[in-house]
């Protein structure tokens, strides 16, 4: 049994820290929108002011470090495919499901406004892609598409360099900060302009980091320990400011401090990457490699995933002890999207998040066994030998 397809996965030529990188980030986004899943629903979360600092902490590095690891891999993808190829993947890969997840979402939160007040309008289908930040974690897929779609073309089409693109993306930053620091909100612009920095950041040190003998060279704990250091600092003093009661909550150094938001998330984007280097030379923790692998299946169900466990923990099961429930509802956030996926390529269903067939998942997953009850060890342990052989 191989409910999260790991064999496949682990078989798979990639970078590997990257995996690991985007398996980290995912996870402390889920805490994050575990929180964000439980408030208001009557919990005393106040009375564990530890589960409200641990969000805090994390916040600040875990969304600028997605666009990273997109930027570093647009160069290799536009040498391969093209300008045409590489638009035709992001529809596909992030614009689709950002319309098919995010119309779910809305849909759900359209039929529970009949018994809460939401506050969900049918305009919050439009909004997906003109304010996404109405429909909560969409905006990350809105701004990705975007992005990556405008890069590309400067890119590509009008031969702009990696180090033009950041004088731009640090113009645009600082137009984000303007708009931020005198609470001006022009949809999905705002975002746009926020996190092209770091998408361009990503493909001025692709060469730098996606070179093997460049990889063994910053695999270090002398690195590593120093920046950790670091990070724990820079995390601990902007916590201090983002917890106080303020209107903007945790966002506070984001939208008063701008341009300390983006060194403090430059810092924990590099402590990020030198722990992934680690954890890919030990080969340790290889969950959160599969983790990472599904990412962004995690990251376009995880709401409706750990709305549905909420639910089903206090109204089904009368749980509302909050450690419990956070740990329970942040697994449930992470592990379902997973085992969801796996399940929806094997029996058909990967339209629900491309509308390309992955010829090369399906044909691995006709064979594999996600179930206990679906062949015998020996027959299933042949059969993914066989597709490996031919998918390779």
């Given amino acids: 049994m191989d409910p999260f397809n790991s064999r496949f996965i682990l078989s798979e030529k990639r970078w590997l820290w990257i995996d690991y990188d985007k398996g980290i980030s995912i996870m402390?986004?889920?805490?994050?929108?575990?929180?964000?899943?439980?408030?208001?629903?009557?919990?005393?979360?106040?009375?564990?002011?530890?589960?409200?600092?641990?969000?805090?902490?994390?916040?600040?590095?875990?969304m600028p470090l997605f666009f990273i690891i997109s930027g570093l891999l647009v160069g290799k993808s536009l040498a391969k495919k093209g300008y045409g190829?590489?638009?035709?993947?992001?529809?596909?890969?992030?614009?689709?499901?950002?319309?098919?997840?995010?119309?779910?979402?809305?849909?759900?939160?359209?039929?529970?406004?009949?018994?809460?007040n939401n506050g969900t309008t049918p305009w919050n289908y439009i909004y997906l892609i003109t304010d996404p930040r109405q429909n909560g974690p969409f905006w990350y897929l809105n701004a990705l598409f975007f992005i990556g779609g405008i890069y590309a073309l400067l890119k590509s089409k009008l031969k702009i360099s990696p180090v033009l693109h950041i004088i731009f993306g640090f113009a645009l930053y600082s137009v984000s900060a303007y708009m931020k620091t005198h609470q001006i909100d022009k949809g999905f612009l705002n975002d746009i302009c926020e996190y092209y920095f770091f998408f361009a950041l990503g493909d001025l040190i692709s060469n730098i980091m996606l070179a093997e003998g460049n990889i063994e060279r910053f695999t270090s704990w002398k690195i590593f320990l120093p920046l950790l250091a670091v990070f724990v600092y820079v995390q601990y003093h902007f916590t201090q400011l983002n917890i106080k009661p303020t209107p903007l909550g945790m966002q506070y150094v984001e939208y008063q401090q701008p341009f300390w938001?983006?060194?403090?998330?430059?810092?924990?984007?590099?402590?990020?990457?030198?722990?992934?280097?680690?954890l890919q030379r030990y080969k340790a923790l290889t969950f959160i490699r599969i983790v990472g692998y599904h990412s962004l299946f995690i990251y376009v169900m995880q709401i409706v995933t750990m709305s549905f466990t909420r639910i089903v923990c206090m109204n089904v099961f009368h749980l509302y002890y909050v450690p419990a429930l956070v740990l329970i509802v942040w697994t449930s956030g992470i592990v379902l999207p997973v085992f969801f996926y796996n399940f929806c390529l094997k029996y058909g269903l990967w339209w629900l998040y491309t509308f390309k067939k992955p010829k090369k998942q399906v044909e691995y997953m006709k064979t594999a066994s996600i179930f206990w009850f679906n062949r015998s060890k020996k027959t299933e342990i042949k059969l993914e030998k066989e597709a490996l052989t031919n998918t390779n």
Avoid: K, M
């Fill in 261 to 278: 938001f983006l060194i403090e998330a430059l810092i924990g984007c590099v402590t990020s990457v030198s722990f992934s280097f680690l």
């Fill in 85 to 116: 190829g590489y638009v035709s993947d992001r529809v596909n890969n992030i614009l689709y499901p950002l319309l098919i997840w995010g119309s779910v979402q809305v849909t759900l939160q359209l039929l529970a406004a009949r018994f809460t």
């Fill in 28 to 62: 402390f986004v889920g805490f994050g929108h575990c929180f964000l899943t439980l408030n208001g629903h009557g919990l005393p979360l106040n009375d564990y002011p530890f589960i409200n600092y641990l969000n805090t902490f994390l916040y600040g590095f875990r």
